[in-house]
């Protein structure tokens, strides 16, 4: 599995992870998430799709929500609170608007 963000989201997300060990592996993938990487996302376009899931699911709502009304982040990422809604196929973050779209 690795000890990194992708390798816990997937397996608590494809319940490979016993029950009686699922609340410690949700535990380490929030101290993955906000103390290794500083609140930032390593998960790649493999997990990223599943970690809120993850994390809610493990009892980690308080990291989802960090997550989400993060004011910086990393290189190329638009936060929620300047309007992104989503990543498109393409790779263009979707605002509010379809004409605030900006290459990722």
């Given at each position: 599995m690795g000890d990194?963000?992708?390798?816990?989201?997937?397996?608590?997300?494809?319940n490979?992870?016993?029950d009686n060990l699922r609340k410690a592996c949700?535990?380490?993938?929030?101290d993955l998430v906000m103390v290794k990487s500083n609140g930032h996302l390593s998960t790649g376009f493999?997990?990223?799709?599943?970690l809120m899931q993850a994390?809610?699911?493990?009892g980690h709502t308080d990291v989802c929500y960090k997550?989400?009304?993060?004011?910086?982040?990393?290189?190329?990422?638009?936060p929620i609170t300047q309007g992104a809604t989503t990543i498109g196929k393409d790779g263009m973050v979707i605002g509010a608007t379809r004409d605030s779209r900006t290459r990722e």
């Open positions: 990194n963000q992708s390798g816990y989201v997937l397996a608590l997300a494809f490979l992870v016993p949700g535990d380490r993938l929030a493999v997990g990223v799709g599943r994390l809610t699911q493990t997550l989400l009304l993060k004011r910086r982040t990393r290189a190329g990422c638009i």
